[in-house]
């Protein structure tokens, strides 16, 4: 779970960035080159797997399943460090406007906690600054290693995450499928970073943003760990998840992989039934279809054919 000290929560925050920048831009031959070794052979003994079953496996009878990883989508590890980029600047921008646009009121307040002694409702605002502090250190320090390696860090997009940054249901429900995407989208890229002292401070970025994934789950009620092994996404399939979220970013043929949850149409979030108020469906009044009067056909009045004048209002009858 993130940390909420809130004596030392700033000094903790500028650290961690700082400490995550360090990491990535350092090359640090002896604390990152084991662990980065160590990293890059688990993706290369996975696509191996076929290969080691021999060709008595390829029914699957004796080798198992052998499942590969994920298809490598990139060109190189720039490639790969923007891709991480774009999406810490997704879920940085998510957090920053829901935060702002709901508020700490009414995000404590929030339905998903019934009680009112429901611990959820003290730790929710803080820890998600703390979430939203993070997101923004891995930003920084993504563009610092980018640099680093000669390119040029992506700029940040533009994101319309619609009805999910207004109210405090759909921003927890969105917030954890976001997390989730992003925990996934690092598993399927890591085995394919060529760089190995990048290995280790990308895996760190990657646990903490599944530490992320847990503590949103949680809060929405749902179990922190559900698998014990995790699923690893390409990039084709995550930027088809986070698609209706990047303005003009056109998601991937095909169909769309599943998220983990619920996932509501459009934009990636509906009006939640309640938002976390009761909206009367016809604003507690009833409109009569005729506004309550009725207009006779002639007004009340019949008018003779001649009315009995001219014109000029004289009487014409002899």
């Known amino acids: 779970m993130v940390n909420s000290n809130t004596d030392d929560g700033e000094r903790s925050t500028d650290d961690g960035g700082t400490n995550t920048r360090r990491q990535f831009v350092a090359g640090s031959a002896g604390a990152l080159g084991g662990a980065a070794l160590g990293g890059s ?42 891709f991480a980029r774009t999406l810490e600047f997704l879920e940085a921008s998510f957090y920053a406007q829901g935060l ?3 508020g700490e009121e009414d995000l404590c307040n929030c339905q998903l906690f019934g009680e009112e002694d429901d611990p959820r409702r003290e730790q929710v605002y803080e820890e998600l600054q703390t979430v939203l502090a993070h997101e923004e250190a891995h930003v920084e320090a993504l563009g610092a290693a980018v640099e680093e390696l000669g390119g040029e860090p992506v700029e940040e997009p533009e994101f319309d995450f619609g009805l999910a940054v207004q109210y405090p249901v759909a921003f927890l429900a969105t917030a954890a499928q976001l997390e989730d995407v992003g925990v996934s989208a690092y598993a399927g890229a890591a085995p394919y970073i060529e760089n190995e002292a990048l290995v280790a401070p990308a895996l760190g970025i990657h646990s903490v943003e599944a530490r992320h994934a847990s503590f949103l789950r949680t809060l929405n009620g749902d179990s922190g760990f559900p698998n014990a092994v995790d699923e690893a996404r390409s990039r084709s399939e995550v930027e088809a998840l986070i698609a209706p979220f990047v303005v003009g970013m056109e998601a991937p043929e095909g169909e769309a992989p599943d998220d983990g949850m ?8 509906d009006t939640p039934d309640d938002n976390g108020t009761d909206m009367p469906d016809d604003n507690g009044t009833d409109m009569p279809e005729d506004n309550g009067t009725d207009v006779p056909e002639d007004n009340g009045t019949d008018v003779p054919d001649g009315n009995g004048t001219d014109d000029n209002g004289t009487n014409t009858s002899s």
């Open 41 to 82: 052979l688990v993706g290369s003994a996975v696509a191996q797997t076929d290969d080691e079953d021999g060709e008595d496996g390829e029914d699957g009878e004796d080798g198992g399943d052998g499942e590969e990883p994920v298809e490598n989508e990139f060109e190189d590890d720039v490639d790969i460090l923007n």
């Open 262 to 269: 619920d996932s509501p149409d459009g934009n990636g979030t």
């Open 100 to 102: 702002e646009n709901i």
